[in-house]
């Protein structure tokens, strides 16, 4: 289901608990049809994704050499993954000095590997930092299956949840939710973190920076080790009016 399309709320972090009529994670929980747990150390190998590092590096090398930088950059279609491109550079870098800083939203709908739909470049950047195995993580599930889960802490309020991001009073949240037929109850989350404003340019701004670096340096070819050197972005800057946390 293209849960995405059921659009973005936005909820603000504030001293007093949210009434639970408004409180997101009640929301979402669709009458108690859902429920949302907490694993500080998920294995990675039990996460199941659907794009690799290498698949991205298979895909944008083949695009330049069949159809050029200039069509890489300006067909629509490809500005979420070309942003990504840049982005995967800055984080593998990032990630290296302070860790990943948002937990990651799993979800389960009884197979073997956990689904994710939140924090799927974070993943792919691991591709580059083998030592690190475990990941934090909420798991959104149906309760028919939380018996699986009855050794974590079950979050139940959106007090709970900011607790657990280590957020500050006055942090904008923004949630999607799925809907009360899903197999889960929250599709994608995101919060306002400082620590990850400077590695998270908007994608007109990665699109344009990309562009940039590509034409200077016109014989690059992606690969998992060009993602594992940190490029100095700001050589090839170009700032755009969009949100640089999205």
């Known amino acids: 289901m293209e849960y995405w399309k059921n659009g973005i709320k936005t909820y603000t972090q504030t ?26 150390g998920v294995h ?11 698949d991205i590096c298979d895909w944008i090398n083949l695009i330049v050499k069949e159809n050029g930088i200039d069509h890489l950059i300006g067909e629509p279609t490809h500005w979420y993954d070309v942003a990504n491109v840049v982005k995967l550079n800055m984080w593998v870098e990032d990630i290296k000095h302070q860790g990943i800083v948002k937990p990651m939203m799993l979800y389960y709908d009884g197979q073997d590997q956990f689904g994710i739909n939140n924090g799927e470049s974070r993943l792919r950047a691991l591709t580059c930092l083998p030592d690190i195995l475990h990941l934090e993580s909420f798991i959104s599930t149906h309760v028919k299956y939380a018996d699986n889960f009855k050794h974590l802490p079950l979050i139940e309020n959106f007090e709970q949840f900011c607790e657990i991001c280590r957020s500050p009073i006055g942090t904008e949240y923004l949630f999607t939710t799925t809907d009360q037929d899903a197999p889960y109850g929250i599709f994608w989350y995101e919060y306002n973190s400082q620590k990850t404003a400077p590695v998270t340019p908007g994608e007109q701004t990665c699109r344009k920076t990309l562009s940039n670096y590509l034409k200077q340096n016109s014989n690059t070819v992606f690969t998992i080790d060009w993602f594992n050197n940190p490029v100095d972005w700001t050589l090839y800057l170009e700032k755009h009016e969009d949100n640089f946390w999205l």
């Open 15 to 40: 001293v007093l608990s949210y009434p639970k009529d408004t409180d997101p994670i009640v929301a979402a929980s669709h009458n108690d049809t859902h429920c949302l747990f907490y694993d500080p």
């Open 44 to 54: 990675k190998a039990r996460i199941r994704y659907s794009q690799s590092l290498q």
